[in-house]
C-alpha cells in the first residue's frame, strides 16, 4: 500500500512530496533503488500519458472504456 500511495502522490501533488514520502517507503522495506524505479515509472506513464493527450491520440478500440 505504502509504494501506491507514494505513486499516487506522486502523480496528483508532486509538489508535495517531502523527505517523509520518501522515508515512509524505506520503513516498509524498499531501497533507494527501489525507490528510484518506483518514481522513474510513475514519472514514465506520467509523461508519456501528457505526450499523447498533448498530441490528441486516441485511445485504442480494443481498450476498454472503464
Known sequence: M???DYAVKLTVSPADMVEADVETLREVGFTDRDVLDIAEVTAYYAYANRIAD???IEVEDWIPDD
Open 2 to 4: 505504502a509504494m501506491l
Open 54 to 56: 498533448g498530441l490528441g
